[in-house]
Nanobody, 115 residues
Framework: QVQLVESGGGLVQAGGSLRLSCAAS????????MGWYRQAPGKQRELVAR???????NYADSVKGRFTISRDNAKNTVYLQMNSLKPEDTAVYYC?????????WGQGTQVTVSS
């Protein structure tokens, strides 16, 4: 089992910044990728950013140039730096870990961007 704990969400004005953190614990060996997803009310959950164990990253087109995903292997933590936030970034953000063929999800953290 892998446990994921997210933090860092909150309320911010448009143009502002937030940094989300996702701390992994438990059977973290063989985690081959971690990522951030988000779900806005009435919408499907979507990929925001993902980073593999090798450091490769990919981003949703809507956040490219504004968001940066990174990882601290010593702390078993993945970060999402979000800059130039827009009201349409408002959503619950979830951390996900892919370990072999099993996916683990965090509980989610709310990000609200006011206009």
């Amino acid at each position: 089992q892998v446990q994921l704990v997210e933090s860092g969400g909150g309320l911010v004005q448009a143009g502002g910044s937030l940094r989300l953190s996702c701390a992994a614990s438990g059977s973290i060996f063989s985690i081959n990728a971690m990522g951030w997803y988000r779900q806005a009310p009435g919408k499907q959950r979507e990929l925001v950013a993902r980073i593999t164990s090798g450091g490769s990253t990919n981003y949703a087109d809507s956040v490219k140039g504004r968001f940066t995903i990174s990882r601290d292997n010593a702390k078993n933590t993945v970060y999402l730096q979000m800059n130039s936030l827009k009201p349409e970034d408002t959503a619950v953000y979830y951390c996900k870990a892919d370990r072999t063929v099993v996916a683990y999800w965090g509980q989610g953290t709310q990000v609200t961007v006011s206009s």
